[in-house]
């Protein structure tokens, strides 16, 4: 049985790797079946469709060495951007456990976070990538 938090996020975007990130969440597969009822009868009959994955949404704290610069580079690359996310399983020991889960697409969504002169809350930084394939 594994955790959470046994992964290892990682995103490389138009080539650039952009290091580790906290959280993974979407990418699921889905597909829209097709049913129909032939004439006369009680019984569906379900079509094959083809397979459609969701939206995957990374993130992670926001650093300001580290992602102040990223942040503006990727605004000028949003909905054109290609982005490769892996998800590598970690064992107990947290090193690398079998094949990792590679998400292929291209940027959708960049927020750097809320700015409120009253908190002391840390900001989070997250990309959002529409995925078009899973390795």
Same mark, same amino acid.
Not at 77 to 95: F, H, M
Not at 123 to 133: H, M, P, Q
């Given at each position: 049985?594994?955790t959470q938090s046994q992964y290892l996020i990682t995103a490389v975007i138009d080539g650039a790797p952009t290091g580790a990130w906290d ?8 597909? =829209? ?5 032939? #004439?006369?009868? %009680? ?5 094959? +469709?083809?397979?459609? @994955? $969701?939206?995957?949404t990374i993130g992670r704290g926001y650093e300001r060495e580290r ?23 970690? =064992? ?5 456990? #079998?094949?990792? %889960? ?5 940027? +959708?969504?960049?927020? @750097? $976070? ?22």
């Open positions: 049985m594994s959280t993974r969440s979407g990418g699921e597969s889905t597909a =829209d079946i097709t049913k129909r009822r032939p #004439g006369g009868t %009680t019984k569906e009959k379900t079509y094959a +469709s083809r397979p459609t @994955t $969701g939206a995957v992602d102040i610069e990223l942040g503006r580079r990727l605004r000028t690359r949003n909905g054109r951007a290609r982005v490769v996310i892996t998800e590598q399983p970690l =064992d107990d020991d947290g090193l690398p456990w #079998g094949k990792p %889960t590679i998400f292929i697409g291209r940027l +959708s969504s960049i927020n @750097t $976070g809320d700015v409120d002169s009253n908190s002391d809350e840390p900001r989070d930084c997250e990309l959002v990538a529409e995925i078009e394939e899973v390795a």
